[in-house]
């Protein structure tokens, strides 16, 4: 009877912790991981009220516009993409990923935003770079990666969240893609 009241113990100590815990953040921001077939590598978190959206062979697509911008450079502020409300702000993620599978597989995560335990965002864009003096390429379906290439391609996904979301420092922020969860403070 012992045993079984111990087993019981055991069993019900392991669903609480699991039920209060849940999954801990465990991703480093630069280290590569592998889930379900795709290796990647989290290259930055960043957030911004406006987003350079110059396509072609521009390396700042889909990055932060610096405040200060100057001279011709202005004019990139008329093609940058803001968030509709003064009350949203930007999340712009870069990763890098490839297809190690023995399948196809179709990128086209942006990851989700975890604000103060259960507030979720993931709503935004996607780009890939074609080539690495090639231009950015919108894909709102995702891309195809063929198995057996040894091609990696850097992504850029933007998700619009409310500022509160940047702003209150004192509460948890995480980031997940492909399964893997990123502490962001």
């Known amino acids: 009877m012992k045993k079984y009241i111990a087993a019981l113990l055991i069993l019900v100590m392991c669903l609480s912790l699991y039920a209060c815990g849940g999954s801990k953040a465990t991703g480093e921001i630069g280290q590569t991981y592998t889930s379900n077939g795709i290796e990647f590598t989290l290259n930055y978190v960043e957030f911004t009220d406006a987003m350079d959206n110059w396509g072609g062979a521009n390396d700042t697509y889909w990055q932060p516009l610096p405040e200060d911008i100057t001279g011709a450079d202005r004019n990139r502020i008329a093609n940058a993409v803001t968030p509709k409300s003064q009350d949203d702000t930007i999340c712009v993620i ?19 935003l ?7 965002y993931s709503d935004g864009g996607l780009t890939y770079r074609v080539s690495p003096t090639g231009v950015w390429s919108d894909i709102p379906n995702g891309l195809s ?41």
């Open 94 to 112: 870069s990763y890098t990923a490839k297809n190690v599978s023995k399948n196809d597989k179709t990128i086209d995560d942006r990851g989700t």
């Open 114 to 120: 975890d604000y103060d335990n259960g507030y979720t």
């Open 145 to 185: 990666l063929k198995k057996l290439k040894e091609d990696a391609y850097e992504f850029r996904a933007y998700i619009i969240v409310p500022k509160v979301v940047a702003t209150e420092t004192d509460k948890s922020l995480t980031y997940t893609l492909f399964g893997e969860k990123f502490n962001l403070r």
